[in-house]
């Protein structure tokens, strides 16, 4: 089984719906990450949960909201999103060696989202 | 302000060498990762340097120079399966990863 999996892997949704990501680790680690990846440019973190504590937002609309229920399992909600939010979205976690520092982070397949 | 430049797409040969450089500017320094990402996959660990040198792991070795603010990912004897693209991330001193946009790498027979 994969360290990391995300559901649903693929998802088109309209503007006015609401849905929701979700991943699951199964490595032990104390860290969970949300990125936005668009193609040809840089993976943009949007969430960082350590401990499943919120540490990072970013500046992320407030139509992306994350949810981080144990040290395994992260959501992000989605409502009233607009087209240019079309992007694939891969979870990834790490273990936190030390306050601070971050290991080797293991990346989700991704969930593939298109907004019409 | 922080930033990670690598080149957009490469081409190489099957049985060749291939350097992927990366450049990168970020507040504070403590490290440089290089993923694996291929089409519609999840990016993969390759390698972390935090010190100047190189670092080799099988066909695949990684460089650091830290006073020049570079790096490259050298792919020897490439293969078919190397074609992917490769991602250089910085490891700020609020140990944030300032990720690149990442290079394509297109291998030909």
């Not at chain 1, 104390?30 to 949960?49: D, G, I, R, T």
């Amino acid at each position: 089984e994969t360290g990391v999996t995300q559901t649903p892997r693929h998802l088109v949704m309209g503007m006015t719906n609401k849905k929701s990501l979700k991943c699951e680790q199964h490595l032990g680690h104390n860290a969970m990450y949300w990125y936005k990846q668009s193609a040809k440019k840089p993976l943009e973190l949007m969430f960082v949960y350590s401990l499943e504590e919120r540490v990072e937002n970013n500046s992320v609309p407030s139509r992306f909201s994350p949810e981080c229920p144990n040290s395994s399992h992260l959501f992000l909600h989605l409502h009233t999103l607009q087209p240019e939010d079309s992007a694939l979205y891969l979870c990834a976690s790490s273990q936190e060696v030390l306050a601070g520092e971050i290991g080797e982070q293991f990346f989700g397949p991704g969930t593939r989202l298109t907004v019409l | 302000g922080q930033n990670i430049d690598q080149p957009t797409e490469m081409t190489a040969t099957e049985g060749a060498i291939v350097q992927i450089n990366c450049t990168y500017q970020t507040s504070g320094f403590n490290g440089l990762f290089w993923y694996q990402q291929h089409a519609g996959e999840a990016p993969t660990f390759l390698s972390y340097n935090v010190l100047d040198g190189l670092e080799e792991k099988g066909r695949f070795s990684s460089f650091l120079s830290r006073s020049k603010g570079y790096s490259y990912l050298l792919l020897k004897e490439l293969q078919m399966k190397d074609s992917a693209s490769y991602l250089c991330a910085g490891l700020d001193s609020n140990y944030q990863l300032i990720w690149g946009a990442g290079t394509k790498l297109i291998i030909k027979p």
